[in-house]
């Protein structure tokens, strides 16, 4: 517990930093991470963070407590080491410090995941400013894994059965059953082609929108196997959509507890467009 406390405290201590840099609005596909005066330090931490998700189930099946932890101090160290982290430097890297903020919350144990963000405003303030004002696009090209690590903590909640109740994702119904359990299948056996024929399926029934999650879920699914240029359309579609529905932190908690793959999935339509 006490090495989850300090992980907690860490990334309490960069939000400050984040939330500005992310608020600067400038250099929008690396956010101040790759011309400023630790320029270096910031692309060796990517660099490691990247290393963390570098295998196809990214954000689909779960990473270990003690490789994020080794990740995390490892991060830590290098960016300390070259003054990156001091006062003097809070505005740079908005969603660098984002990023290691999100990788110090996935290394608390699950049931400290339960309202971890309605319980701190400052927590949830750059998550929201990242998944809700900044386009997807740029986000994608900054190559920091938000979405990846967004799925990390998503993942830990589902493998301790912390999450929304079947109602809040529609597995209360026959519909929202089928998709789930044919979509899930799918991802065990790594098959885009029958991923993306389920997803096509789904997205064409009436009612299928009927519950935000699965509806999100689907587009997503469809963008990771999709050509370039749908691929944005898709990500454009799916962010607007989600805004219509994470109107703040409690959203945000109910989101990123859903038993659905979507961060996941989020993260490898996405990833693609990484540039640096």
């Given at each position: 517990?006490?090495?989850?406390?300090?992980?907690?405290?860490?990334?309490?201590?960069?939000?400050?930093?984040?939330?500005?840099?992310?608020?600067?609005?400038?250099?929008?596909?690396?956010?101040?991470?790759?011309?400023?005066?630790?320029?270096?330090?910031?692309?060796?931490?990517?660099?490691?963070?990247?290393?963390?998700?570098?295998?196809?189930?990214?954000?689909?099946?779960?990473?270990?407590?003690?490789?994020?932890?080794?990740?995390?101090?490892?991060?830590?160290?290098?960016?300390?080491?070259?003054?990156?982290?001091?006062?003097?430097?809070?505005?740079?890297?908005?969603?660098?410090?984002?990023?290691i903020?999100l990788?110090?919350?996935?290394?608390?144990?699950?049931?400290?995941?339960?309202?971890?963000?309605?319980?701190?405003?400052q927590?949830?303030?750059?998550?929201?400013?990242?998944?809700?004002?900044?386009?997807?696009?740029?986000?994608?090209?900054?190559?920091?894994?938000?979405?990846?690590?967004?799925?990390?903590?998503?993942?830990?909640?589902?493998?301790?059965?912390?999450?929304?109740?079947?109602?809040?994702d529609?597995l209360?119904?026959?519909?929202?059953?089928?998709?789930?359990?044919?979509?899930?299948q799918?991802?065990?056996?790594?098959?885009?082609?029958?991923?993306?024929?389920?997803?096509?399926?789904?997205?064409?029934?009436?009612?299928?929108?009927?519950?935000?999650?699965?509806?999100?879920?689907?587009?997503?699914?469809?963008?990771?196997?999709?050509?370039?240029k749908?691929?944005?359309?898709?990500?454009?579609?799916?962010?607007?959509?989600?805004?219509?529905?994470?109107?703040?932190?409690?959203?945000?908690?109910?989101?990123?507890?859903?038993?659905?793959?979507?961060?996941?999935?989020?993260?490898?339509?996405?990833?693609?467009?990484?540039?640096?």
């Amino acid at each position: 517990m006490a090495g989850a406390a300090t992980a907690k405290r860490v990334a309490l201590a960069l939000l400050g930093g984040a939330a500005a840099a992310l608020a600067q609005g400038v250099d929008p596909l690396a956010f101040g991470c790759g011309d400023g005066p630790h320029a270096e330090a910031w692309g060796s931490a990517k660099r490691q963070m990247r290393g963390i998700f570098e295998n196809p189930s990214a954000g689909l099946a779960p990473t270990s407590k003690q490789m994020l932890r080794d990740a995390l101090e490892s991060v830590q160290a290098g960016l300390k080491s070259s003054s990156a982290l001091s006062a003097e430097a809070a505005g740079e890297c908005g969603l660098g410090r984002l990023s290691i903020q999100l990788l110090g919350v996935a290394t608390l144990n699950p049931e400290e995941l339960i309202q971890i963000f309605s319980r701190s405003e400052q927590l949830a303030s750059p998550v929201l400013t990242a998944l809700l004002d900044l386009p997807w696009l740029a986000v994608a090209q900054s190559g920091w894994p938000v979405y990846a690590l967004l799925g990390e903590i998503n993942l830990q909640r589902r493998e301790a059965g912390i999450t929304n109740i079947d109602e809040v994702d529609g597995l209360d119904q026959p519909l929202g059953q089928a998709f789930y359990s044919e979509l899930t299948q799918a991802i065990i056996q790594g098959d885009g082609a029958a991923i993306g024929r389920i997803t096509n399926m789904f997205l064409s029934i009436d009612g299928a929108q009927q519950n935000a999650f699965a509806w999100l879920t689907a587009l997503v699914a469809g963008g990771a196997s999709a050509e370039a240029k749908v691929r944005v359309e898709i990500l454009d579609t799916t962010q607007t959509s989600l805004k219509q529905i994470l109107t703040g932190a409690v959203g945000l908690d109910i989101a990123v507890g859903t038993q659905w793959p979507f961060w996941g999935l989020l993260h490898m339509a996405a990833d693609v467009f990484m540039m640096q």
